[in-house]
């Protein structure tokens, strides 16, 4: 039989078209298999470069901690909080935004998370140190304090649970209180000792999410959209616009004055001035060393003795009122000089108008005046000096025990996104000057916490990235 004829049932040709059938399954099975191992080649590179993005997110944080040292060691001297600034402004102590590490373009960057102490509108987030002194402490505010912060859900029990967890109870109310405790899950005791972070608030009897957060679930000041968005996403709002945050905004556990000089002598006691005590001779010799005459020094002298047969001085702006100084003398000597109590006091120069609210002898008028005050004389903010221009002597007396012009702990609130905006870290470190030398006293790691950098940051990070 010739080729030619072949017919198409023939079985070699029917033989052949077998074979071109499974050459070409198996091209089509090796193409698959190619494009396969290529996603997910491509799949690794991306998981690896993520990887790296967030490991340089990681590294950018800690040179946002190294950077806050150095900020903290040479401008944060005797109390003073640094001012911030955005590049190039030449008067600012120091950068807050989109710092970069490294020389190129695409570098990690971070920011430093912050407030704004006159709570101006803002619906980006505010980037700064934050001055702990700002807020109330956990473990010197009163009950009557923390029940008149804001929240909707904040009830003088659990204001008076927060007093109780810090406070050491006697056998009997100490047992009554363990019974509290002991019906919730997991069962616990009560502490009876001092508060070591803002979050052990979680351990408090009565506490809930919504009461310690508020609608600020990822803690960065501002508003973001799912926190105005109803019940369509986490975390449940009243989407009226405004920004409602928890008990976690306004309190700290770490707010604290040094007991002596930066040069390492005693601060002047101005809780006991007798003229037989040394505290009266240290004083004496402050006012000649920081150039007040002798004439005026002892001037001075007399009305304070003149005062403290009535009554002890219980605070500094007591003190102040007291001698008659005028604000330049009192600004020369306020650094030098403490009072019986030095743990927890609120720096009216860095104090919200919410936290000012909640200070005795203040309430929300005189907070709202203190805040205008503040805005229109910055300059005047070198002492407690200022808030005589406000508030009756009457009202500095009660409100005397709980505050300062001082600040000597600094949170920084460190968020950074690795190369290219890939990547992302936050961490929040909270450091101590009382000694002189920055140093860390807490940390903690808030990236679980979500996205802080707002809106605006994540739109230029987009339009950055090759």
């Known amino acids: 039989m010739t080729p030619a004829t072949l ?23 090796l193409v698959v298999l190619v494009l396969y191992f290529a996603d997910s080649t491509n799949s690794e590179l991306q998981a690896a470069a993520n990887r790296v ?3 340089e997110a990681r590294q950018a944080v800690a040179a946002g901690t190294r950077y806050t040292a150095y900020i903290l060691n040479n401008y944060a001297i005797d109390g ?6 955005i590049p190039p402004e030449p008067t600012a102590d120091y950068y807050s935004e989109a710092l970069q590490v490294g020389d190129d373009p695409g570098d990690p960057r971070f920011w430093f998370i912050g407030r704004d102490v006159n709570n101006l509108p803002t619906t980006e987030p505010v980037f700064c140190l934050v001055d702990e002194a700002s807020k109330l402490n956990l473990n010197t505010a009163t009950a009557t304090m923390l029940a008149a ?15 109780g967890w810090r406070t050491r109870q006697s056998q009997s109310s100490g047992s009554a209180l363990s019974s509290a405790y002991s019906t919730l899950n997991p069962p616990r005791l009560n502490k009876g000792a001092p508060f070591e972070s803002v979050d052990e608030l979680r351990l408090v009897y009565g506490a809930t999410l919504d009461l310690l957060f508020g609608e600020d679930t990822n803690l960065n000041g501002t508003l973001d959209p799912n926190e105005d968005d109803g019940d369509q996403s986490p975390p449940h709002d009243n989407q009226d616009g405004q920004l409602q945050p928890g008990l976690f905004e306004y309190v700290t556990a770490f707010s604290n004055q040094p007991t002596t000089t930066r040069t390492g002598g005693p601060r002047v006691d101005i809780s006991n ?7 009266f001779q240290r004083l004496t010799a402050l006012l000649t060393r920081k150039g007040i005459s002798a004439e005026r020094g002892a001037g001075i002298l007399q009305n304070l003795n003149r005062a403290r047969p009535q009554r002890a001085f219980t605070s500094g702006a007591d003190f102040m009122l007291a001698s008659g100084m005028t604000e330049s003398e ?7 000089i403490m009072s019986f109590s030095s743990a927890g006091l609120i720096n009216v120069n860095t104090a919200s108008e919410t936290v000012l609210a909640c200070i005795p002898g203040v309430g929300l008028s005189s907070a709202a005046s203190l805040v205008t005050y503040r805005l229109a004389n910055p300059t005047a903010l070198t002492s407690l000096f200022w808030i005589t221009h406000v508030l009756s002597p009457a009202a500095i007396r009660r409100a005397g025990p709980y505050i300062t012009d001082q600040s000597y702990q600094f949170s920084a609130d460190i968020a950074a996104v690795g190369r290219f905006g890939r990547g992302y870290h936050r961490e929040r470190v909270v450091f101590d000057t009382t000694m002189g030398m920055p140093r860390i006293i807490y940390r903690q790691d808030l990236s ?12 230029t990070l987009k339009t950055a990235k090759p």
């Open 7 to 29: 017919s198409f049932a023939d079985p070699l040709r029917r033989q052949r078209g077998s074979v071109l059938i499974i050459v070409l399954w198996i091209c089509l099975g």
């Open 53 to 55: 993005g967030e490991i």
């Open 80 to 85: 003073v909080v640094p001012d911030s600034g």
């Open 149 to 163: 912060l804001p929240m909707t859900n904040m009830t003088s029990d659990f204001a008076a649970a927060i007093v």
């Open 273 to 279: 001035l007798a003229p037989n005590n040394p505290n």
């Open 330 to 336: 009192f600004a020369l000597i306020h650094t030098s």
């Open 448 to 459: 679980s916490y979500g996205w802080a950098l707002g809106t605006q940051v994540r739109k």
